[in-house]
């Protein structure tokens, strides 16, 4: 059975309230950038996380193979994609 076509809008469908654009800039105006250094240390601890991770296991690494690189390469992969979600 169809639902009968009553409706609660108040406003016509397609319409915002005037000051929806003003609240959304004034919102995103009072994060400040970052620093331009902010990517690159960001892509750096990625990176060092990595070859950490890829040193243990091709041995290059004091008592490699050894799970103890491992957590330390996670460790600072996840500081690096925990300053990426930080990045503006």
């Not at 397609?14 to 003003?22: E, I, S, Y």
């Not at 620093?35 to 290059?60: D, E, M, Q, R």
């Amino acid at each position: 059975m169809a639902r009968p076509r009553k409706t609660s809008r108040i406003t016509p469908k397609g319409t915002r309230p005037q000051n929806a654009q003003q609240q959304q800039h004034a919102a995103s105006s009072h994060v400040p950038q970052s620093a331009p250094w902010f990517g690159w240390l960001i892509g750096a601890l990625l990176a060092a996380g990595t070859a950490v991770i890829v040193s243990n296991y091709l041995s290059w690494l004091p008592s490699s193979p050894h799970s103890a690189w491992i957590a330390v390469g996670l460790g600072v992969v996840l500081v690096g994609i925990l300053l990426a979600t930080r990045w503006r």
